[in-house]
């Protein structure tokens, strides 16, 4: 499976940004999907995941900040972000897996290259 994600880019805090990855090389429908997050000298974090079923779960920080969504006729996840903080800066990748935990674990070997958020205060 290749991802490649866009809608990255600069915004002012408090701003909203949708990000959104594209799969190909894989029966879509059958991937659970997410997004993770790194900022400079910080390790990479899980933000949010669905499922083949459409569950969505979260990390704590992004809960009612962030919505995932998945559009499985055009092979498509994407991450909607509002009230954004300087705090959410990094690289945000998107990944592909055959299970849920596989994502939260971020042991699955399916990962986009990343686009860049950047939030000015």
């Known amino acids: 499976v290749q991802l490649v994600e866009s809608g990255g880019g600069l915004v002012q805090a408090g701003g909203s940004l949708r990000l959104s990855c594209a799969a190909s090389g894989g029966t879509f429908s059958l991937y659970a999907m997410g997004w993770f997050r790194q900022a400079p000298g910080k390790a990479r974090e899980f933000v949010a995941a669905?499922?083949?079923?459409?569950?969505?779960v979260y990390a704590g920080s992004m809960k009612g900040r962030f919505t995932i969504s998945r559009d499985n006729a055009k092979n498509t996840v994407s991450l909607e972000m509002n009230s954004l903080k300087p705090e959410d800066t990094a690289v945000y990748y998107c990944?592909?897996?055959?299970?849920?935990?596989?994502?939260?674990?971020?042991?699955?070997?399916?990962w986009g290259q990343g686009t860049q958020v950047t939030v000015s205060s």
């Open positions: 990944a592909a897996g055959l299970t849920l935990s596989a994502i939260r674990t971020a042991t699955t070997g399916y």
């Open positions: 669905i499922d083949r079923g459409g569950g969505t």
